[in-house]
């Protein structure tokens, strides 16, 4: 069976927002080989569009090569996209997903391969809240955004994290690895 890993950027006051960060030569590095581990990573049409910054790079690249890997290796990882408006995903390893998260994610989970990634908040929200994810990677960065859209935002249930181990970039940035206990309450 293969893991359910939510991994995303954000502030160290909770917020996720891609420009607040601040990334650099390792994160990039760090993103890349967590890419090349996956054989699928799932986003919702938000985060997708976002992405598609990195198509860019492809034809054109920047000339710093973190961020050069970095694009060739999320081109070349399958993305399914979670999207009630878009039509098509103009990317090549890019599909829309035909089912809900729900049924998606149960099947992709029971077939064997690497790890399956979820990039895009709304998406995390609502797999925490099936009790789908197997292991959660904060990354955040040492900046404090005063707001922005929070990552744990709508959740209604107490839920117990094992811590696992951190990882720290020479920048400031902490990814905090842990996996839920399955030790969930509800606060209602």
């Not at 160290?12 to 891609?18: A, E, I, N, T, Y």
């Not at 809900?100 to 797999?127: A, F, T």
């Not at 209604?156 to 996996?179: H, M, Q």
Request: with cysteine.
């Amino acid at each position: 069976m293969r893991k359910i890993i939510a991994a995303i950027n954000m502030t160290l006051d909770g917020f996720c927002d891609h420009t607040a960060g601040i990334p650099d030569d390792e994160i990039h590095q760090h993103y890349a080989d967590l890419l090349d581990n996956a054989d699928v990573i799932l986003y919702g049409r938000i985060t997708y569009q976002l992405m598609q910054f990195w198509q860019k790079l492809l034809k054109n690249p920047s000339g710093e090569k973190s961020m050069d890997d970095f694009a060739m290796a999320i081109d070349r990882v399958p993305k399914i996209v979670f999207s009630h408006t878009l039509t098509n995903t103009e990317w090549d390893s890019a599909k829309l997903a035909n089912r809900d998260i729900e049924e998606e994610v149960l099947e992709l989970k029971q077939q064997s391969g690497k790890d399956i990634l979820v990039g895009s908040r709304s998406l995390i929200i609502q797999l925490m809240k099936l009790n789908l994810i197997d292991e959660y990677q904060l990354c955040v960065h040492p900046v404090v955004a005063g707001s922005g859209l929070p990552l744990f935002e709508k959740i209604t249930d107490r839920t117990i994290l094992k811590f696992i181990k951190t990882k720290t970039f020479s920048g400031g940035a902490v990814t905090l690895y842990y996996e839920p206990t399955n030790g969930k309450t509800t606060n209602r």
